[in-house]
């Protein structure tokens, strides 16, 4: 079995140098291979220990990022996605885990007016337009590499499993749709949480699928907006622990 440390954020635009510096601080002490970054700017910046791979500029002030994978893993290519302003996708070299796809992104949040302002959408309709078009490229990416283990990670905009929090009955049923058609199990759902660890249900998550030939297990932990009397985020993180484990007695990987 190999472990792999794989966590998310929503880090609410990356604002104020005091902040970042506690951010930095909070993510370092967590020592993850892979971190999935969302609402961040480049001043958040893991580089000491990380390679990032982020999305397109997303706000006026330059170095805004809807998302930035930062990781400590080889970087073996950056993979096209059909929003890069929103999404980016990387394939890892994770030794003896193999490989990992990594597939980053916000889905939209209620009152999320959509790419055309002259005609803004309402209410959840963004997130079930999106979802979907989201899905297709999950489905894809296990297509396409089914010796890599498929990881889907960042601001979900819907809580998972257990008491209800944010989003909608339709959009959860819609989310856990594509992410089964896709081979993907969330991680982060909020029944795989010790009670009392957060004090909301998560919406950052982690979700991933075995590679061809392997089983995961995995154990989650994560953090509430305020650490050490700093409210660092409008969101809580949460942090995957992954086994990758191999499915072929008397073979090592």
Not at 138 to 161: K, M
Not at 205 to 222: E, I, K, M, Q
Request: glycine share 12%; aromatic share 6%.
């Amino acid at each position: 079995m190999t472990d792999l440390r794989i966590g998310t954020w929503n880090v609410q635009y990356a604002r104020g140098v005091d902040k970042n510096q506690a951010r930095l601080d909070h993510l370092t002490s967590l020592d993850a291979d892979v971190w999935v970054l969302t609402e961040t700017h480049d001043e958040l910046d893991l580089s000491s220990t990380h390679t990032a791979v982020s999305t397109e500029d997303r706000y006026v002030t330059p170095g805004g990022r809807w998302t930035t994978v930062w990781t400590s893993l080889p970087v073996l290519e950056r993979l096209p996605v059909g929003d890069p302003r929103r999404c980016v996708a990387v394939r890892l070299g994770a030794g003896r885990a193999g490989e990992l796809v990594v597939y980053g992104a916000v889905l939209p949040w209620n009152g999320d007016a959509g790419p055309d302002p002259s005609r803004p959408a309402r209410g959840w309709d963004e997130f079930y337009r999106v979802v979907p078009e989201q899905g297709r490229e999950w489905a894809s990416l296990r297509d396409r590499y089914p010796d890599a283990t498929l990881v889907v990670a960042g601001d979900l905009n819907h809580d998972l499993g257990g008491p209800h929090y944010y989003g909608t009955r339709a959009g959860r049923a819609l989310l856990r749709e594509h992410l089964d058609a896709a081979g993907l199990d969330c991680l982060t759902a909020t029944d795989r949480f010790e009670p009392g660890i957060l004090e909301h249900p998560p919406i950052d998550h982690v979700c991933a699928g075995p590679a061809h030939g392997r089983s995961l297990t995995s154990t989650a932990d994560g953090w509430d907006k305020v650490i050490r009397g700093v409210r660092l985020s409008d969101h809580g993180g949460t942090l995957v622990s992954l086994g990758v484990h191999s499915e072929r007695p008397g073979r090592s990987h």
